[in-house]
């Protein structure tokens, strides 16, 4: 069973720093492609930044130049470098895969682990 732990979120004063961790378990994630999303109250959830099973990434323009997607094939582990957070970062922040195979395509997600960037 496909599983998805976050880890490494907390409070942070403006300009500070966070690396979150996803560990994915169940399977081997090296061809899937993964993102993190983050959901502030009220708002929808929206993609942060993704990477795909060869290393491309992409992201969100308010987090360019400041936030890093990386990932540990052989750890089975999805990172997010924050730098230089803002409080409009503060949100839940959740990682997510899409499993291809067997079709169709299937949404796992964690269950998220909460920024708090206070001015």
């Known amino acids: 069973q496909v599983q998805l732990v976050e880890s490494g979120g907390g409070l942070v004063q403006a300009g500070g720093s966070l690396r979150l961790s996803c560990a994915a378990s169940?399977?081997?994630?090296?061809?899937?492609?993964m993102g993190w999303f983050r959901q502030a109250p009220g708002n929808q959830r929206e993609l942060v930044a993704s990477?795909?099973?060869?290393?491309?990434?992409n992201y969100a323009d308010s987090v360019k130049g400041r936030f890093t997607i990386s990932r540990d094939n052989v750890k089975n582990t999805l990172y997010l470098q924050m730098n230089n957070l803002k409080p409009e970062d503060t949100a839940v922040y959740y990682c997510?895969?899409?499993?291809?195979?067997?079709?169709?395509?299937?949404?796992?997600w964690g269950r998220g682990t909460q920024v708090t960037v206070s001015s």
């Open positions: 997510k895969v899409v499993i291809i195979d067997p079709a169709p395509p299937s949404d796992y």
């Open positions: 990477i795909t099973s060869g290393g491309r990434t």
């Open positions: 169940g399977r081997t994630f090296s061809s899937y492609a």
